[in-house]
């Protein structure tokens, strides 16, 4: 079956440290992939998304993620930390067939210590 | 650009009463939109799926007579809560997918905080 899983609900780091967030998906063929934030009552803004261009994907707010195949893993990083990045981080997927159809992981809580 | 407004951000209304939620795209035409209810703590769940001038697609579990979807135009779509209950208390947030082949990206509005009394 076609589904995303997040591996950690919450994540704490320290100002400054490195953010990594991980993605997992099950699926035969390698579907889109994005990453999407949101902050308290908000709705969710686009980080970044691989549709099967350069596996190493640049966002905004100095976030990338990396596509990979082998592990069916498109994990979330950031080299350096900051308090205006704790929010909740959604990977989504849309699977090939599903016109447009996205399908969240069950988000991670990033917390970011000073 | 992509911008996707919600109206109103939030609404209180007694059990029993209809709301009705607005989604628009502001500066593109969505050929497709997307309804979601998000819970506390909780992922997306997608309801269902709009398409201009055409029914909507509903996702399993989601009564199509409760939650009624409208996309008259290619810049508005509205979802209807019937008769709401105390259990429909959700945030509702609605997507815009500009392209008709190709929607690889949702741009999202900003949420309807519903509750019900």
């Known amino acids: 079956a076609q589904s995303v899983t997040q591996l950690g609900s919450h994540v704490s780091v320290s100002e400054g440290a490195l953010v990594l967030l991980r993605c997992n998906y099950s699926?035969?063929?390698?579907?889109?992939l994005f990453w999407y934030v949101q902050y308290p009552n908000q709705g969710l803004q686009l980080l970044l998304k691989?549709?099967?261009?350069?596996?190493l994907v640049k966002g905004i707010n100095g976030f990338e993620a990396e596509f990979k195949k082998s592990e069916t893993s498109f994990h979330l990083t950031k080299p350096s930390a900051h308090m205006r990045d704790a929010a909740e981080y959604f990977c989504?997927?849309?699977?090939?067939?599903?016109?447009?159809?996205?399908?969240f992981g069950q988000g991670t809580t990033l917390q970011v210590k000073p | 650009g992509a911008v996707v407004s919600q109206h109103p951000s939030r609404v209180i209304c007694k059990s029993g009463t209809s709301v009705k939620i607005e989604c628009r795209s502001l500066?593109?035409?969505?050929?497709?939109m997307f309804w979601y209810r998000q819970f506390p703590k909780k992922s997306l769940m997608l309801m269902a799926t709009s398409n201009e001038g055409s029914k909507a697609t509903y996702e399993q579990g989601v009564e199509k007579d409760k939650f009624l979807i409208n996309h008259a135009s290619l810049t508005l779509s509205t979802l209807t809560v019937t008769s709401a209950h105390p259990e429909d208390s959700s945030f509702y947030i609605c997507?815009?997918?500009?392209?008709?082949?190709?929607?690889?990206?949702?741009?999202f509005g900003p949420g309807t905080r519903l509750t019900v009394l």
């Open positions: 691989y549709t099967s261009a350069a596996t």
């Open positions: 989504a997927v849309r699977f090939s067939g599903n016109t447009g159809k996205l399908i």
């Open positions: 500066d593109f035409q969505a050929t497709t």
């Open positions: 699926s035969s063929v390698p579907p889109y």
């Open positions: 997507s815009a997918s500009p392209e008709q082949s190709r929607t690889d990206t949702q741009y």
